[in-house]
């Protein structure tokens, strides 16, 4: 007969054991590609993931089709302002590419496999490349709102803490159990935006340094924001590490922008405080240099693009 403590201990396994049940399997994430394989003849390459207001950035494809992740089987819904909830399929200067108008944040309410769900289908679907976006406030002291960030890095606070899409059983078919997370935003990427932005005229505002995820929804506390920037964080935002953790370790290519939206407050004789809207208001301002500097990007890429 076990003791009390390995009554609860057992408990524990069984519990976790049952909240996995619940999570996507590797079936769910097929049903969704072949859901969408069915009924597009767009075999993207490409992935981008549109950040708070930069939904503009699939305008640019040609010869769309678009689906409404209500429509989606499996899809989980977006739920925020700023993110209207469209897949788009599309030509972009040849290359075959998927946007996310809208994605999903954790304090939205989704787990974080519903959060990274569409990119485990995009590989399902053939993508190689994740390019990821977002709005985000800088704590840099020398960035400046409408500055343009290209990630280096990130740290994923919510994933030191143990909240990790990668947690649970491990599908080694999308990848292995403990993947590297040095070396994930692609060097060449990065040196390749840096060129475009100089041919484009706008190296003035462009940045590059370390992201880091929070949980949200709630903006900063001046202690918070503090603390960042003791740990050497440029820029601060809700998303985007899960979803490079995932594509990374089901071996996708993955390149990130910040737009800085805000400058994160710091000091407790700052009167000045962030929203939404103003985060929103903030991304609209950057949208063509951010569709220009993108759509260069994904012509200046080197894919093997395979048209169904
Ligand atoms: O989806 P992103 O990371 O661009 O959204 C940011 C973070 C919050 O969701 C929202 C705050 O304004 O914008």
Redesign the pocket.
């Known amino acids: 007969m076990s003791d009390d403590s390995e009554v609860v201990g057992e408990n524990k396994m069984e519990f976790f054991t049952i909240l996995y049940l619940f999570e996507p399997g590797h079936e769910d994430y097929q049903r969704t590609a072949d859901w969408l394989l069915s009924q597009t003849q767009h075999r993207p390459k490409v992935a981008i993931i549109c950040?708070?207001g930069?939904g503009m950035l699939a305008d640019a494809l040609k010869c769309q089709d678009s689906f409404k992740y209500s429509d989606i089987p499996g899809f989980p819904q977006s739920t925020?302002k700023?993110?209207a909830g469209r897949l788009v399929f599309g030509e972009l200067k040849g290359k075959t590419c998927v946007c996310m108008q809208g994605?999903f944040?954790m304090y939205e309410g989704h787990s974080l496999s519903k959060v990274t769900f569409p990119v485990r289908v995009f590989k399902l679907l053939g993508v190689e490349t994740l390019i990821v976006?977002?709005?985000?406030g800088s704590l840099a002291d020398s960035y400046s709102c409408g500055d343009i960030m290209i990630i280096r890095d990130h740290i994923n606070f919510p994933g030191l803490a143990g909240l990790n899409p990668l947690n649970g059983p491990n599908d080694d078919k999308f990848g292995p159990r403990f993947p590297p997370m040095s070396g994930v935003y692609d060097k060449s990427l990065r040196k390749m935006a840096f060129d475009i932005c100089k041919s484009m005229g706008v190296s003035q505002y462009i940045q590059e340094g370390v992201y880091c995820m929070v949980g949200?929804?709630n903006f900063e506390s001046i202690a918070e924001a503090r603390l960042l920037h003791k740990l050497g964080v440029d820029a601060v935002?809700?998303?985007?590490a899960p979803e490079v953790l995932v594509a990374s370790h089901c071996g996708m290519r993955v390149f990130g922008l910040s737009l800085i939206?805000n400058k994160v407050v710091k000091s407790y004789e700052d009167n000045e405080s962030v929203n939404?809207e103003a985060?929103l208001e903030v991304s609209k301002m950057r949208s063509e240099t951010l569709q220009a500097l993108v759509t260069e990007l994904i012509s200046r890429m080197d894919i093997n693009n395979n048209t169904a």
Not at 133 to 136: E, H, Q
Not at 237 to 240: A, E, I, K, P, Q
């Open positions: 950040g708070s930069l925020v700023g993110h994605r944040h976006t977002n709005a985000a949200g929804p935002g809700m998303s985007t939206t939404h985060v």
